[in-house]
């Protein structure tokens, strides 16, 4: 039994931590609180109106940053005004309400930022900082679903390493209309952009320190709007391929089987490599393995045009019960390749192909190199390497990649290595 002295320091024990539980609860509450008011003026609703119509094609958020008069927000919210400004208007709403005209200034393709300039004072600057620790409290604001101002408090996560752009995994639940609006820390400063979601609580953000190249970079020309919006991105997506190419080319490769190849596996920590294999049947005719591998990075350009992804695969195959001929007609079947994106009429140029004969582990092989270029993106093409083993009666290997919107030297530096890599063993 408690003696009485020794309860009541219990109960006053108890009493006191439900205090502090009550206290850290109304203290989470008024930091989400402040930081709504303290910012909801300087956060906005960027819309991309119709100008035949007047009415929104689209719609995102942004955040006054820099200079009273600047605003930054997701190169995606305002691509289709990039890519067509005859066709479509920028635009900014208020959470008053009130509206007036943007002008693009300067955008980061590859990062997805963009950064906008108004005729008037839109408030206060928001200032950018540095990346708080993991778990630490993050709040993001936007416009979800164009049913007005909202702020999410989440958790962050940390840099997505094996992301080439190293995006912030954000636990909160980012909603479209979102994208474009800032995230802050505990502070109200600037730490990410508020990007993509996944659902379920998984969110992404650009780190702020992307934005901060792209606003030093106007600051030198006095925030002066860029004259040619095709060539800036197609030197951004040629200096980021490059980039990624090189640093592939540069990297130690692990290697893995196939059949009786060993070939490279994963040529760097955003590329992914998975199993496809068909698993064998005693009455089969013939044995097929597959590994597919492709990075996950995709920039976006349009609705209809993404580049950057690459895409590769081995396949395998041999026979115990087909004659050559037969075994023959089956590889010619499963021998081709199809180049990733949608890329169309108006993006690109017809493919131009060019075949030879190569060795490859010391193995005869049947090699096409096929180029097409980007008609309003000078210096990048998509890509698209196939090499098939030849003179074998009874087994084949097949070794496909492709690239979008790259630099065709440093792919095709890529593929040769690749090509040298590969490794027959008995």
């Keep these: 039994m408690f003696h009485i002295p020794m309860l009541k320091k219990i109960l006053l024990l108890l009493f006191a931590v439900f205090l502090q ?64 400004p005859d066709v479509f208007s920028l635009e900014f709403l208020s959470t008053s309400g009130q509206t007036g005209p943007l002008e693009l200034v300067d955008f980061d393709i590859v990062h997805d930022l963009a950064v906008v300039k108004a005729k008037q004072s839109m408030g206060v600057p928001l200032k950018i900082s540095y990346l708080p620790e993991k778990g630490a409290n993050l709040y993001s604001l936007g416009n979800p679903l164009d049913l007005g101002f909202t702020i999410v408090k989440g958790t962050n996560n940390g840099i997505l390493t094996k992301d080439e752009d190293g995006n912030i995994l954000f636990s909160g639940s980012l909603n479209s209309g979102m994208s474009g609006g800032p995230t802050l820390d505990e502070n109200g400063n600037i730490i990410g952009i508020n990007v993509a979601t996944s659902g379920n609580d998984i969110s992404f953000l650009v780190p ?63 590329i992914r490599c998975w199993d496809a294999s068909r698993t064998p049947k005693k009455d089969d005719l013939f044995r097929t393995f597959f590994t597919r591998c492709s990075n996950e990075d995709n920039i976006f350009i349009s609705q209809r045009l993404n580049v950057g992804s690459i895409n590769y695969e081995y396949m395998w195959l041999d026979t115990k019960k087909l004659s050559p001929t037969r075994f023959y007609r089956r590889y010619q079947k499963v021998n081709s390749s199809v180049i990733g994106g949608r890329a ?83």
């Design 208 to 270: 702020a320190e992307y934005l901060t190249v792209v606003l030093e970079r106007l600051e030198q020309t006095s925030f002066k709007p860029i004259d040619d919006r095709f060539a800036h991105s197609s030197s951004q997506l040629l200096a980021n391929s490059q980039k990624i190419l090189n640093k592939m080319l540069n990297s130690k490769w692990s290697g893995t089987g196939i059949g009786q190849f060993v070939v490279p596996a994963e040529l760097d920590k955003s």
């Design 344 to 426: 169309g009429k108006r993006d690109v140029t017809n493919f131009s192909c060019h075949t030879d004969f190569t060795k490859v582990g010391g193995r005869d092989f049947k090699t096409s190199v096929c180029r097409r270029d980007y008609l309003k993106f000078s210096g990048l093409s998509d890509m698209l390497f196939t090499t098939a083993m030849v003179g074998e009666k009874d087994k084949g290997f097949i070794f496909n990649i492709d690239f979008t919107g790259t630099d065709p030297k440093a792919a095709i530096k890529l593929f040769a290595r690749m090509l040298e890599t590969i490794k027959w063993q008995s």
């Design 21 to 84: 539980t009550l206290s850290s609860s109304a203290a989470a509450e008024l930091d989400t609180a402040n930081i709504y008011t303290n910012v909801e003026k300087s956060v906005y609703q960027i819309r991309v109106l119709n100008k035949e119509t007047g009415k929104k094609s689209s719609i995102g958020s942004g955040f006054v940053v820099t200079k009273d008069d600047i605003l930054a927000t997701n190169y995606h919210v305002v691509s289709e005004y990039i890519n067509d």
